[in-house]
T-cell receptor, first 111, second 116 residues
């Protein structure tokens, strides 16, 4: 069974304090891994897609990396506006275009 | 680019009535659209996948007669919650993609449904 586990469930950082969020996955074959950001009461906002181990993508203070078993979302010098829930999702080869989501990491950045 | 809208953003209805939610891809043609449901403090739960001009494929446990999905064009999909009950109250979110197996899904802002 395809599984996605995100850790930690919640993370509190001080402004400027860099950290990483983890997404571990177990799938029969990975087509793609996706990172989204979700603010309260809103739909997820697309951040990154990663397709193969070793791939890295960056956007402002965020950097996503991928290995054969997990993905990391690194946040460098976060700001309060980075506070949100970060969702990881995988597209297994056996699931067509359907995504399997993790439970998310709720990030709070204090000023 | 890749903007998806939903209407309405929130709706309150009485038990037993039906509610229709629209999902539109504003700047691209979406071959495939998805409907999700999200409960407080939980992740997204896929309800169904729809391809333009075809019947929707529902996930196990989702009642297709209760949650009617129509994907009439490449830019519009609708979800109708029929005979709504309080337990149907939730946050409904749609997403759209170009349809390729590795294509990114772009999400709408969501619709908050409250059934009294």
């Amino acid at each position: 069974e395809d599984q996605v586990t995100q850790s930690p469930e919640a993370l509190r950082l001080q402004e400027g304090e860099s950290s990483s969020l983890n997404c571990s996955y177990t799938v029969s074959g990975l087509r793609g891994l996706f990172w989204y950001r979700q603010d309260p009461g809103k739909g997820p906002e697309f951040l990154f897609t990663l397709y193969s181990a070793g791939e890295e993508k960056e956007k402002e203070r965020l950097k996503a990396t991928l290995t054969k078993k997990e993905s990391f979302l690194h946040i460098t010098a976060p700001k309060p506006e980075d506070s949100a829930t970060y969702l990881c999702a995988v597209n297994p080869e056996t699931s067509g275009s359907r995504l399997t989501f993790g439970e998310g990491t709720q990030l709070t950045v204090n000023p | 680019g890749a903007v998806v809208s939903q209407h309405p953003s929130w709706v309150i209805c009485k038990s037993g009535t039906s509610v229709k939610i629209e999902c539109r891809s504003l700047d691209f043609q979406a071959t495939t659209m998805f409907w999700y449901r999200q409960f407080p403090k939980q992740s997204l739960m896929l309800m169904a996948t729809s391809n333009e001009g075809s019947k929707a494929t529902y996930e196990q446990g989702v009642e297709k007669d209760k949650f009617l999905i129509n994907h009439a064009s490449l830019t519009l999909s609708t979800l109708t919650v029929t005979s709504a009950h309080p337990e149907d109250s939730s946050f409904y979110i749609c997403s759209a993609s170009l349809g390729g197996l590795t294509d990114t899904q772009y999400f709408g802002p969501g619709t908050r449904l409250t059934v009294l």
